[in-house]
């Protein structure tokens, strides 16, 4: 699996973990609570992880695994998830949204497939007839979350390559979750 998932999790915990004011006599160590994304540790794993990402290097799944599980004891993980797979869509969701709706369902469905496999090294799940409609099963990501949270990681990354690919896009709702005790995940336009 790519390296750039990894490094986007970090980024998005390191933003979101950065104060929106500090004072200039603000002594950050006692007014704030020590924050994991302002952590030396993250600094240098997202500096490893950048160089990984530009020679195309990939991680392992138990890497992924780790990350997934740093996540979720966050009260703010589900929101992680969603900005991760919305960055990692990429500037390639963006397109023209001029084209039919029709089509333009079908160029973002070719889009999250493809990205997904680029992204993960595997198939993740496929899109069922009509709208706009993703199944997965046994998903690494799941087996690493007994709460489903990094679900959102899909859900992000459909709802912005569908915002990219047609005009007034539908929202993105995980209808189904293994990880609630589901047959299979899917997402799909609400």
Not at 38 to 67: N, P
Request: net charge positive; charged share 25%.
């Amino acid at each position: 699996m790519s390296a750039q998932v990894a490094l986007t999790i970090l980024e998005v915990i390191q933003t979101s973990d950065r104060p929106f004011e500090v004072f200039e006599e603000e002594d950050t160590s006692v007014t704030m609570p020590r924050r994991l994304g302002l952590s030396d540790v993250v600094a240098r794993r997202i500096q490893d992880y950048q160089e990984e990402t530009k020679r195309g290097s990939k991680i392992s799944d138990e890497e992924l695994s780790d990350l997934v599980r740093l996540v979720i004891r966050r009260p703010d993980s589900r929101s992680v998830f969603l900005e991760c797979g919305a960055r990692l869509a990429g500037k390639a969701s963006l397109q023209p949204k001029f084209l039919p709706r029709k089509m333009g369902l079908a160029l973002a469905k070719r889009r999250v497939r493809k990205r997904l496999q680029t992204l993960f090294g595997r198939r993740i799940g496929g899109f069922a007839d009509g709208g706009f409609v993703l199944e997965g099963r046994s998903l690494l990501f799941i087996q690493s979350d007994a709460g489903g949270d990094a679900c959102s990681l899909v859900s992000g990354l459909c709802a912005a390559t569908l915002n990219g690919a047609i005009s007034d896009p539908p929202s993105i709702a995980h209808i189904a979750c293994e990880a609630r005790g589901d047959a299979y995940c899917r997402w799909g336009s609400a």
